[in-house]
DNA sequence: GTCTATATTGCGATAGAC
DNA sequence: GTCTATCGCAATATAGAC
């Protein structure tokens, strides 16, 4: 039973940093409140982190590895040679990542500007590399005439943008399900491509993993 | 010649303090350093400004106030019944309010957690406003039978992330114009909506005052 | 590991001379 | 209006007892 459903302090002080983070933002809030959720005293916190800082590199750490790595998962389990087929698989991967994981994400986006120069140097290659992974699926799927692209670039802004907007306002037993999100994006995703039978195509394939 | 392009005082701090509020957060901005921007020592900022917190209300201000009566206003300017027009309107103003004033808007979403509690209350509200008058355009078109809504929220959602993105990485001299940007993003809507002729209906008419 | 101090720094804001 | 000097406070971080 070990390592089961217990939360080591390290951890309770990660997810309760990150709730505060994400609900007033990282200057905003202070260690004091963070050792309070946490139910510890300031200088507690003290053997756990190494410094604020180092706290929220904690949270942002690896999300944009980890979204990439998803999402080109998703697309490598993809037995079709289809395009649209894989850049839906990457839609899902990278909707229900948002979706799941939404107060991290929306950390890693919000806080950028408050890490260090070399971290924040990291998180925006990698993120680069993500947008490139994107464009590539929407360039197959125009070279296919299967979608018809007007700006490979803008597609990937919009698919990101609306994934962040969702990071924002996503939480369980709103009014829509995540697989009703996940539906409803993927239909708007490809019907910006010109996608035939984007509406049909979309229906039902909302379950990435 | 009085009141030409002269600014003063006032002004300098407010555009000084928008552009390090826009680069590194209300928070992580000191009025130091917004002294130091506006040529002056921190004591000499108050003869200026009563605070602060202040100094931010005055930068977001109302900018979601102009952005709706912009918007409106671009609305009612349309002659033609046609709802696909009226909503292509909007989206005109709508993403050329984004682009023009990136730096504010993007300060009024990222920074509304740092008003006080009244204000920030007002702006959620001229907020949900904005969102309705929008999702009223697009239940119309719908109505109409000229657009295929999935959820008028959701788009009207769609659109106001994209907007927000593009708030965050335009700037003149870009590899896009703002006349192409406009475009690309309307068709982008359009086609979302699965209006007829979508790419066509939204060549050309870009040019939002 | 926890806690109670406390050191240190830098912030917003003010006072008062010019 | 500008400046210099400083107040008062709250923040991160540390020291050291238990």
């Known amino acids: 039973m ?18 505060l983070f994400f609900e007033r933002g990282y200057d905003a ?20 982190i190494g410094s604020k800082e180092d706290l929220l590199q904690q949270i942002m750490g690896s999300v944009i590895d980890e979204l990439l790595e998803r999402v080109q998962a998703c697309v490598a389990e993809v037995e079709s040679k289809d395009p649209v087929d894989r850049l839906q698989a990457a839609l899902a991967g990278h909707l229900t990542f948002h979706a799941e994981r939404a107060q991290q994400v929306f950390i890693g986006n ?7 120069q070399e971290a924040r140097e990291n998180v925006v290659k ?7 992974f994107l464009a590539a699926l929407v360039d197959e799927a125009g070279k296919a005439k299967l979608a ?11 698919f990101v943008a609306q994934a962040t907007h969702v990071a ?12 009703e999100i996940v539906e409803i994006y993927t239909r708007l995703a490809l019907r910006e491509l010109n996608v035939a039978d984007a509406d049909e195509r979309a229906v039902g394939k909302a379950l990435a993993k």
Chains 1, 2 share one sequence.
């Open 126 to 132: 990698k993120r680069a590399e993500y947008e490139s």
């Open 29 to 48: 809030t202070t260690l004091r409140q963070v050792a309070s959720a946490a139910g510890l005293k300031v200088g507690s916190l003290y053997n756990h």
């Open 148 to 158: 018809e692209v007007i700006d490979s670039k803008i597609h990937v802004y919009s």
């Open 168 to 179: 924002g306002w996503y939480h369980p037993g709103g009014r829509l399900s995540l697989n």
């Open 110 to 116: 919000a806080e950028l500007r408050s890490l260090p």
């Open 2 to 19: 070990a390592g089961s459903a217990e939360r080591n302090s390290a951890q309770v002080i990660r997810d309760e940093a990150a709730k």
